[in-house]
């Protein structure tokens, strides 16, 4: 079975750096995904990690320590359009296990 | 746009009646996959299929049914709705081909539906 686990919500500033932790227990793993989903919209693929370390995209990054069962999404200089719910995600098994998901709020 | 697309965007209908989501893949994915987005839960993962056969199941409730078409297209079949039910389905598709990553998924932009 799955069990992901991921903050409900935080709150940050414009400009600012938030860190978003996702705790999981699968019974395979083939990879830690990261989604966004803006509110009444699709989920969008933001990064992933098959290996343990540190993957940068842009202001975007995302952590990875499979001896621990741990992720992270690194979120750098904040811009209002980031407020969204962040999503953690394993892969294994041909399924792709949601958690339910950090809602981030950017105030100015 | 992620090039899947899902038909109808909303669905309204009663308790106990039954309704067909159907969903077009990206082109040239195989693998589609359909979840429930209640406003409670998160996204649940209901069942995937690669290449016209079953692949994975989630929780998918036995009043729930989906299928694969040989043209790759998908549908998603709900009866005895219930007023649980209610939700957004989303579907979403991958490739495995060269480049591709597997658990990359394109979500379609959903369907709604809402059982009065």
């Known amino acids: 079975g799955q069990n992901i686990d991921q903050p409900t919500e935080m709150t940050a500033t414009e400009g600012a750096i938030v860190q978003i932790n996702c705790t999981y227990q699968t019974s395979g793993f083939n990879g830690l995904f990261w989604y966004q989903q803006h509110a009444g919209e699709a989920p969008t693929f933001l990064s992933y990690?098959?290996?343990?370390g540190l993957e940068e995209k842009g202001r975007f990054s995302s952590f990875l320590s499979r001896s621990k069962g741990y992720s992270y999404l690194l979120l750098k200089e904040l811009q209002m359009k980031d407020s969204a719910s962040y999503l953690c995600a394993a892969f294994n098994d041909y399924k792709l296990s949601f958690g339910a998901g950090t809602t981030v709020t950017v105030r100015a | 746009d992620s090039g899947v697309t899902q038909t109808p965007k909303h669905l309204i209908t009663a308790t106990g009646q039954r309704v067909t989501l159907r969903c077009s893949p990206r082109?040239?994915?195989?693998?589609v996959y359909w979840y429930q987005q209640s406003l409670d839960q998160g996204l649940q993962f209901l069942i995937q299929?690669?290449?016209?056969?079953?692949?994975a199941k989630g929780n998918i409730l036995e009043r729930f049914s989906a299928q694969q078409f040989p043209d790759l297209h998908s549908e998603l079949n709900l009866s005895s709705l219930e007023l649980g039910d209610s939700a957004l389905y989303f579907c979403?598709?991958?490739?495995?081909?060269?480049?591709?990553?597997?658990?990359?998924?394109?979500f379609g932009e959903g369907s709604r539906l809402t059982v009065l």
């Open positions: 979403a598709s991958s490739g495995l081909g060269t480049g591709d990553i597997a658990g990359e998924l394109f």
């Open positions: 299929y690669y290449n016209g056969e079953e692949r």
């Open positions: 990690n098959v290996l343990d």
């Open positions: 082109s040239g994915d195989l693998s």
